[in-house]
């Protein structure tokens, strides 16, 4: 596998210096990040991402990510026009030679949190979510921000976007989603470029808003609804983990060969539909990360994959979830099990 770190361009506090110096790490996770949703990435931009990457000997080996605009997740007639638009970007990331792309499809926000800061036991501090907190949160008073979250919008404007949601249900969001998928698709094939889709995270409704890349049917029905290797997951422990009905085995069973990218994180559950991130290792959190990575290696995926989030240890400070320490150490972790595996496979 291709052992990666996510970095937030040159405004990131971690150095691509310091990612080079952990063991075993190969590709760099980036994106652009100041293109408006549903604008073209220039091919400039995109080469001059790729040359600071590779200055530091690492590949450029996945786009994490390529916003997808509201106005496809809603069906609009002005979708087509976005999706044209997307679809260049993907020719663009292609001719600059970057063939894998993460995406979601989650409505109005994307990864959503209560506390970036909840201690652990251990004294250090990670991400955390809480049903019952987020059930009496207005997301529209600004209470709660959260790094993932596109920010541009003003309070009114989030507010008519969200309504607009109301009366949607899951199954109109899937169609949407399948709409999206049959058209750029063909394309990604053309480029012989990968799509990745990220699960819902959490993996259920939130704000009232609906979601459908949360379990294994919906991983399916996307997955074959357009029966092609460029229509892809980003196989993600810790969101699919954090619902425990969601079996993390099964999900990579029937996903195989349509697993373009891993996301690998920790998290213990704490209650229904509420969970606090953890370090990588089996001992601290609810998820098999031995027994995921072991499956990974027998089901012959050799792609990238990186250290989800990590807590807040030895004092760092920094972007919550994706400071540098303890990423480096869910690494070396993760790197520890894919060589045992391999070795004895
Ligand atoms: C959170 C990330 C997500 C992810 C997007 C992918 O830390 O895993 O923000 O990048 O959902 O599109």
Redesign the pocket.
């Known amino acids: 596998m291709e052992m990666s770190f996510r970095w937030y361009g040159n405004d990131d506090p971690v150095r691509l210096e310091d990612i080079r110096q952990i063991p075993g790490m190969k590709g760099i996770v980036s994106a652009i990040y100041n293109i408006p949703v549903g604008e073209i990435w220039p091919i400039e931009e995109i080469k001059e991402l790729k040359k600071a990457v590779e200055l530091h000997q690492f590949k450029l080996n996945v786009i994490?990510?390529v916003p997808v605009h509201e106005d496809i997740k809603l069906g609009l007639a002005s979708r087509d026009h976005y999706i044209e638009k997307y679809k260049t970007t993907l020719r663009n990331l292609s001719r600059a030679g970057i063939k894998t792309v993460?995406?979601?499809f989650m409505p109005v926000f994307?990864?959503t949190r209560t506390s970036l800061n909840a201690p652990l036991s251990d004294g250090s501090h990670s991400l955390s979510y809480d049903e019952e907190t987020i059930k009496k949160l207005n997301p529209i008073s600004g209470e709660l921000t959260l790094p993932?979250w596109d920010l541009s919008y003003q309070s009114d404007q989030l507010n008519d976007l969200m309504n607009k949601y109301k009366e949607m249900t899951e199954d109109e969001l899937m169609d949407h989603l399948i709409y999206f998928l049959e058209q750029i698709v063909p394309v990604a094939e053309e480029e012989d470029m990968k799509l990745a889709i990220?699960p819902d995270?959490p993996p259920w409704s939130v704000f009232g808003l609906p979601r459908v890349v949360t379990n294994r049917k919906n991983v399916e029905t996307l997955l074959n609804s357009v029966h092609s290797k460029a229509n892809g997951l980003t196989f993600?422990t810790g969101s699919f983990g954090a619902l425990p009905e969601n079996d993390l085995l099964s999900i990579i069973e029937i996903a195989t060969d349509r697993i373009h990218f891993v996301?690998a994180r920790n998290v213990k559950w704490t209650g229904a539909k509420s969970f606090q991130e953890t370090s990588h290792s089996i001992h601290d959190g609810s998820l098999p990360m031995v027994e995921v990575m072991k499956k990974l290696v027998q089901s012959g995926y050799e792609g990238p994959i990186r250290p989800?989030?990590g807590r807040m240890i030895w004092g760092e400070e920094g972007r919550p979830?994706y400071g540098l320490y303890d990423r480096a150490l869910g690494a070396t972790y993760l790197n520890g099990i894919i060589d045992t595996c391999k070795s004895i496979e």
């Open positions: 994490e990510s993460c995406y979601n994307d990864w993932g990220h995270d993600c996301h989800d989030h979830g």
